[in-house]
């Protein structure tokens, strides 16, 4: 099946390109917020915060320090069935579960205590080796970034 450009995000980062597809089907709210805020160009130059080794890669705070959003009202969980497994791209939040905004993570491996407690919303289809070489840290000292993330359709 080819992918759907308009559910498709391509996001540089320091470490390479990484391409994820978008799932509307599993959490309609969150996808429409990551493209909405990747054409705001929101998350060019925000960096990875929070790095764990086998675990995930974190991003998505404006202060890059785990403790912002973006300037939109959180959005309302929608937790789904989908695994956290490697390339999994969910939504962070804090203990509320209404309160997922611009912050987001790539799990590295299973991470699957994780289910149907975090919004599923995407997976990575390509680049996944550049994620995996993201700087660790928690916080990380000189971060790797995201240099632009975009919605594929408007590449064209």
Same mark, same amino acid.
């Not at 890669?57 to 202060?63: E, I, L, R, S």
């Not at 209404?98 to 975090?118: E, G, H, P």
């Given at each position: 099946?080819?992918?759907?450009?308009?559910?498709? =995000?391509?996001? @540089?980062?320091?470490?390479?390109?990484?391409?994820? @597809?978008? /799932?509307?089907?599993?959490?309609?709210?969150?996808? @429409? /917020? =990551?493209?909405?805020?990747?054409?705001?160009?929101?998350?060019?130059?925000?960096?990875?915060? /929070?790095? =764990?080794?086998? &675990?995930? +890669? %974190?991003?998505?705070?404006?202060? *890059?320090? *785990?403790?912002?959003?973006?300037?939109?009202?959180?959005?309302? +969980?929608?937790?789904? *069935?989908?695994?956290?497994?490697? *390339?999994?791209?969910?939504?962070? /939040? !804090?203990?509320?579960?209404?309160?997922?905004? !611009? %912050? &987001? &993570?790539?799990? &590295?491996?299973?991470?699957?205590?994780?289910?149907? %407690?975090?919004?599923?919303?995407?997976?990575?289809?390509?680049?996944?080796?550049?994620?995996?070489?993201?700087?660790?840290? @928690?916080?990380? %000292?000189?971060?790797?970034? =995201?240099?632009?993330?975009?919605?594929? +359709?408007?590449?064209?």
């Amino acid at each position: 099946m080819a992918a759907d450009p308009e559910n498709t =995000i391509v996001m @540089e980062t320091t470490k390479g390109r990484v391409v994820i @597809e978008l /799932r509307p089907d599993l959490a309609p709210k969150h996808v @429409e /917020r =990551i493209k909405l805020l990747a054409r705001e160009k929101f998350y060019d130059g925000i960096v990875f915060h /929070r790095v =764990i080794d086998g &675990f995930m +890669a %974190q991003v998505g705070c404006p202060h *890059g320090t *785990g403790t912002g959003g973006s300037s939109h009202p959180n959005l309302p +969980a929608e937790f789904n *069935g989908e695994s956290h497994t490697r *390339g999994i791209c969910s939504m962070a /939040r !804090s203990s509320m579960p209404n309160s997922a905004n !611009s %912050q &987001f &993570f790539i799990v &590295f491996d299973n991470a699957k205590f994780l289910d149907r %407690q975090y919004t599923v919303w995407g997976k990575v289809v390509e680049g996944m080796e550049n994620v995996d070489k993201i700087k660790r840290g @928690e916080p990380v %000292q000189n971060p790797d970034k =995201i240099i632009s993330m975009r919605v594929q +359709a408007d590449a064209a």
